[in-house]
């Protein structure tokens, strides 16, 4: 199940709900503590956001997942993204190689 402004994990195959900070190493979702400050907000729609330095990734049925890539593409399933100079395909993200014809 999709979550509502969800902040997906650098490692691409995670998310974690808003308001949490992704701990990869620990393989866990961290509470943002109150005394950080409040991140910029990347505007997606009325009434959806993502953090500076995210891309807003629309998913199906009006739901909205953010990319931790800002200059990243979104997947078409809406639920995954892929880092820049790379693009998604067949549900995985491929570099996009100049040498190969």
Do not use: I
């Not at 195959?13 to 808003?18: F, L, V």
């Not at 979702?29 to 950080?36: D, Y």
């Not at 997947?75 to 693009?87: E, F, Q």
Request: neutral net charge; charged residues 15%.
């Amino acid at each position: 199940t999709p979550l509502p402004q969800a902040v997906c994990c650098k490692d691409r195959e995670h998310c974690c709900p808003w308001g949490y900070t992704c701990n990869v190493a620990a393989q866990s979702c961290e509470k943002q503590r109150p005394h950080e400050p409040p991140a910029v907000a990347v505007p997606c729609d009325a009434a959806h956001s993502c953090r500076s330095g995210q891309k807003c990734c629309a998913g199906p049925q009006g739901t909205w997942g953010c990319c931790p890539f800002a200059e990243g593409s979104c997947c078409s399933d809406g639920r995954h993204c892929c880092p820049p100079r790379s693009l998604c395909a067949l549900g995985s993200c491929w570099p996009l190689r100049w040498d190969v014809a």
